[in-house]
Nanobody, 115 residues
Framework: QVQLVESGGGLVQAGGSLRLSCAAS????????MGWYRQAPGKQRELVAT?????NYADSVKGRFTISGDNAKKTVYLQMNSLRPEDTAVYYC???????????WGKGTLVTVSS
């Protein structure tokens, strides 16, 4: 089992920055991918960024958001710059383990960007 705890959400004005953090605990040695998804009100959950063997970003955040992490500690961060009102969402930390391949989710942290 893996537990994920996010922190760092909040209210920010458009153009501002926030940094999200996610710490994993439990069977962290099996984690090979970590990342962030988000879900805006009335919309489906969507990928923001993931890191593992490769790093991937949603087109909507490229050039504004940066994912980083500590592979040994299995922590992951999301630096969000130039925030826009459309970035408002609950952001969820995500981790995938190998053997067996299982996905885990944090409870989410709310990011609100005011115009």
């Amino acid at each position: 089992q893996v537990q994920l705890v996010e922190s760092g959400g909040g209210l920010v004005q458009a153009g501002g920055s926030l940094r999200l953090s996610c710490a994993a605990s439990g069977s962290i040695s099996r984690i090979n991918i970590m990342g962030w998804y988000r879900q805006a009100p009335g919309k489906q959950r969507e990928l923001v960024a993931t890191t593992g063997v490769t790093t991937n970003y949603a087109d909507s955040v490229k050039g504004r958001f940066t994912i980083s992490g500590d592979n040994a500690k299995k922590t992951v961060y999301l630096q969000m710059n130039s925030l826009r009102p459309e970035d408002t969402a609950v952001y969820y930390c995500y981790a995938v383990t190998t053997t067996p391949r299982v996905s885990y989710w944090g409870k989410g942290t709310l990011v609100t960007v005011s115009s």
